[in-house]
């Protein structure tokens, strides 16, 4: 079953009914979904349409980065985002770096939009690690 990907780390403006204006960061492949389920309904489509040799995680630097570049492009055009948004394609919590890049958000985010909440969408299947519990 093909699914909807999202072909970049940082995705937005979202307009969402739940969240406001969202920015939205993908922390998985861009290529396929990596997640702990293989749900049916999922919108990303079954794991098995995702290849391991494109099983290439970005770095919390670069997602660090692609972030930054993006805050830079909204406030030089006035757009403020109610909500940032990891989700994507896949379990955001199954990258390596996810305490790091959760840490990393939050300083831009103090620095360029404040006001705005974090969310993390999940399947909550990793709560459990000590990583992530930091994290969240």
């Known amino acids: 079953?093909?699914?909807?990907?999202?072909?970049?780390?940082?995705?937005?403006?979202?307009?969402?009914?739940?969240?406001?204006?969202s920015i939205g960061i993908n922390l998985l492949p861009l290529h396929g979904k990596m997640c702990s389920f293989?749900?049916?309904?999922?919108?990303?489509?079954?794991?098995?349409?995702?290849?391991?040799?494109?099983?290439i995680l970005f770095t919390a630097d670069e997602i660090n980065t692609s972030l930054r570049n993006r805050f830079i492009a909204l406030n030089s055009g006035g757009l403020i985002p109610d909500n940032i948004t990891f989700a994507g394609n896949g379990e955001p919590t199954l990258?390596?770096?996810?305490?790091?890049?959760?840490?990393?958000t939050i300083q831009l985010r103090d620095e360029f939009f404040p006001q705005a909440k974090i969310t993390v969408l999940?399947?909550?299947t990793r709560l459990g690690r000590e990583n992530v519990k930091r994290a969240l």
């Open 1 to 21: 079953m093909a699914g909807v990907l999202f072909d970049e780390i940082v995705f937005g403006p979202v307009k969402s009914r739940r969240f406001g204006v």
């Open 38 to 55: 293989n749900c049916v309904y999922c919108e990303c489509g079954l794991n098995e349409d995702h290849k391991k040799e494109k099983n």
């Open 122 to 124: 999940s399947n909550a």
């Open 95 to 104: 990258h390596p770096g996810f305490e790091t890049i959760i840490d990393n």
